[in-house]
């Protein structure tokens, strides 16, 4: 009876031992995998520096171009009192945190003029300000509108006194963000995509351009092992783009995320359906350049339609019933109480839709894979 059990014990013993084993070869495949995909990066440098780059480097640049608080406003220098109480309300008139809306400057002559400028003239002995553009910019012509409808609300409530009416300006957050934090903070989502997508695109269509695809279709190893080394290599390389377009942000505005292990939670699923997706394009057209421009495309068309320029909320019902539908959004949206403090849109919802979209293109690409690598070989 003895010897039975430890017969059976030493049959259960070798079992266990063996699955132990089995579990460490893996894993040791699984790391040399994942080793040998940072390496593939020496081949493609100039990929990776756009990928990584790239996003920072339109911040940078847009933020110089961005809309501000404060305009300057060019008014033909005038000595009557409408003109000189016309550039004092101009110079009164401040955003809810108290910064100018308007920079009056006085200029001698019209020719001095930029594209528009304005005027104080008589009409039937009425003092009227009268604003003139050259080339029709239609959101900077909004833009002066705007700032020289304000000035004029001060002027009447002046004029009024207290028979005027007091408008009150709440604003939502308790400090004035500029609109810089949010155009960074939806440029996160971006970033992430697009070093993932381009980067595994044409990653995986090079293979097939230097024949080296051979290799994975004669490896010992599983396909999905394989491919889960490249997309989480794909993953922490989009992880280091949007830490680099982070720095570059909180420099630039001095704003910072409360939290950066959550912010590199929210853009996980990202990272995995931008790796999904360039995968997918470098197994189908199996050649770098196409496969480039396809994760490009789709990257930027994603950040378009996901709330790039503010909240989907404040747009058409059309752009928002559309951007639902793209992960940027949902992103955007749990990434929004991070910077601002405030919680916008249904977390829950775009948490579930971030998860079951990234297990979607998961699939595919796993499908995409097993029949253009290991089907394919038979």
């Known amino acids: 009876m003895m010897c039975f059990y430890i017969t059976l014990a030493a049959h259960y013993g070798s079992n266990i031992a063996?699955?132990?084993?089995?579990?460490?070869?893996?894993?040791?495949?699984?790391?040399?995998l994942l080793i040998n995909e940072f390496k593939l990066a020496r081949t493609i440098?100039?990929?990776?520096?756009?990928?990584?780059?790239?996003?920072?480097?339109?911040?940078a640049l847009m933020t110089v171009v961005l809309v501000h608080p404060t305009f300057d406003v060019q008014?033909?220098?005038?000595?009557?009192?409408?003109?000189?109480?016309?550039?004092q309300a101009m110079a009164d008139v401040k955003t809810p945190a108290g910064v100018p809306y308007i920079n009056p400057i006085l200029i001698e002559d019209t020719a001095a003029a930029n594209s528009?400028?304005?005027?104080?003239?008589?009409?039937?002995?009425?003092?009227?300000?009268?604003?003139?553009?050259?080339?029709?910019?239609?959101?900077?012509?909004?833009?002066?509108?705007?700032?020289?409808?304000?000035?004029?609300?001060?002027?009447?409530?002046?004029?009024?006194?207290?028979?005027g009416i007091v408008v009150v300006e709440r604003p939502l957050l308790p400090t004035d963000v500029p609109y810089k934090l949010f155009f960074g903070m939806a440029m996160l989502p971006m970033t992430t995509m697009l070093a993932t997508a381009l980067i595994g695109a044409y990653t995986t269509a090079q293979e097939f351009e230097h024949d080296t695809v051979r290799e994975y279709r004669l490896a010992?190893?599983?396909?999905?092992?394989?491919?889960?080394?490249?997309?989480?290599?794909?993953?922490?390389?989009?992880?280091?783009?949007?830490?680099?377009?982070?720095?570059?942000?909180?420099?630039?505005?001095?704003?910072?995320?409360?939290?950066?292990?959550?912010?590199?939670?929210?853009?996980?699923?990202?990272?995995?359906?931008?790796?999904?997706?360039?995968?997918?394009a470098g197994l189908v057209t199996k050649s770098s350049l196409p496969s480039f421009l396809i994760g490009l495309a789709i990257t930027f068309v994603m950040w378009?339609?996901?709330?790039?320029?503010?909240?989907?909320?404040?747009?058409?019902?059309?752009?928002?019933?559309?951007?639902?539908?793209?992960?940027?959004?949902?992103?955007?949206?749990?990434?929004?109480?991070?910077?601002?403090?405030?919680?916008?849109?249904?977390?829950?919802?775009?948490?579930?839709?971030l998860?079951?979209?990234?297990?979607?293109?998961?699939?595919?690409?796993?499908f995409t894979y097993r029949r253009h690598i290991v089907l394919r070989q038979r």
């Open 45 to 59: 440098i100039p990929v990776h520096l756009i990928a990584l780059l790239q996003p920072t480097l339109m911040y």
């Open 355 to 366: 998860i079951a979209l990234s297990i979607v293109m998961l699939t595919i690409a796993a």
């Open 304 to 353: 378009l339609l996901g709330g790039a320029f503010g909240l989907v909320q404040g747009f058409s019902d059309v752009y928002e019933a559309i951007s639902y539908f793209i992960p940027n959004t949902h992103a955007v949206q749990l990434l929004f109480p991070h910077f601002y403090g405030i919680r916008v849109g249904d977390s829950e919802f775009s948490i579930s839709y």
């Open 116 to 163: 528009q400028w304005i005027t104080v003239e008589l009409a039937d002995e009425q003092p009227v300000a009268v604003q003139h553009y050259q080339l029709i910019d239609s959101n900077m012509v909004k833009n002066y509108r705007n700032r020289l409808t304000a000035a004029a609300l001060v002027m009447w409530q002046e004029a009024l006194g207290k028979q």
């Open 75 to 87: 008014i033909l220098d005038s000595s009557t009192p409408a003109g000189e109480q016309l550039i």
């Open 18 to 32: 063996g699955a132990i084993y089995c579990r460490s070869n893996l894993m040791k495949r699984f790391l040399y």
């Open 220 to 280: 010992p190893t599983q396909a999905i092992t394989i491919l889960a080394a490249r997309l989480l290599r794909l993953v922490l390389t989009g992880w280091v783009s949007a830490t680099i377009l982070i720095i570059c942000m909180g420099w630039i505005s001095g704003w910072w995320p409360d939290s950066i292990l959550a912010i590199g939670m929210i853009l996980l699923p990202i990272g995995i359906v931008g790796g999904s997706l360039g995968v997918i």
